[in-house]
């Protein structure tokens, strides 16, 4: 079974901090997707990569970037965190064109 | 740009009755059509996936439809039981792969 291991279930931090989400896969996808999820927004892409060291900007990049520097690994900074980013972030990995699958998600408050 | 829409934020129904859950996309023809679930804290679980040419798909209790005139696709439950309650996504490939914002399903003992 496929398992999606985001690194913090919740998370704290304070405006203005630079703050690092990771995300490990285990079944060797080629793909890896950041989104944040918001109540009567649904789920809405970040980032996303296709490959080690690639990267592509999803539909709500800004205050974001992305690190993936191995093939299992996908992490999300927010480099200068700020309240409208408390979100969930829910990491998601997938093979081709295949369905995702999903980590638990990190609920992020920024205060 | 491409949008995905979930006319029922919420829905009530009572057991055993059959679930019926509407994805409508606009401003593009998508390839195919998924349908997640995700319960409250934890990230949503692939169901079923039906393709442009195909009207329907079943999996156990789960059926799904696509009408690619009507843009739109129907997801059903059938024989509904309390353990189906939980939010409903339907998603789709395009320039990105989109999301629709959920249904919320309760199944009422």
């Known amino acids: 079974d496929v398992k999606v291991t985001q690194s913090s279930r919740y998370l704290v931090k304070r405006t203005g901090e630079k703050v690092f989400l990771e995300c490990v896969q285990d079944?060797?996808?080629?793909?890896m997707f950041w989104y944040r999820q918001d109540p009567g927004l649904g789920l809405r892409l970040i980032y996303f990569?296709?490959?080690?060291?690639?990267?592509e900007k999803g539909d709500i990049p800004e205050g974001y970037s992305v690190s993936r520097e191995k093939k299992e690994r996908f992490s999300l900074i927010l480099e200068s965190a700020s309240t409208n980013q408390t979100s969930m972030y829910l990491c998601?990995?997938?093979?081709?064109?295949?369905?995702?699958?999903f980590g638990d998600g990190t609920r992020l408050s920024i205060l | 740009s491409q949008k995905i829409e979930q006319n029922s934020e919420a829905l009530n129904i009572q057991e055993g009755k059959t679930a019926t859950l509407t994805c409508n996309y606009t401003?593009?023809?998508?390839?195919?059509l998924q349908w997640y679930r995700q319960d409250p804290g934890r990230g949503p679980v692939f169901l079923l996936l039906?393709?442009?040419?195909?009207k329907e798909k079943r999996k156990e209790r789960l059926k799904v439809t696509f009408d690619t005139t009507l843009k739109q696709s129907l997801f059903h439950i059938t024989a509904s039981q309390p353990a189906d309650s939980a939010t409903y996504l339907c998603?789709?490939?395009?320039?990105?792969?989109?999301f629709g914002p959920g249904t919320r399903l309760s199944v009422l003992p």
């Open positions: 998603a789709s490939d395009g320039q990105n792969f989109v």
């Open positions: 990569s296709y490959d080690v060291k690639m990267k």
């Open positions: 998601a990995s997938s093979w081709g064109n295949q369905p995702q699958h």
């Open positions: 079944m060797d996808h080629e793909n």
């Open positions: 039906i393709r442009e040419n195909e």
């Open positions: 401003n593009y023809s998508p390839a195919y």
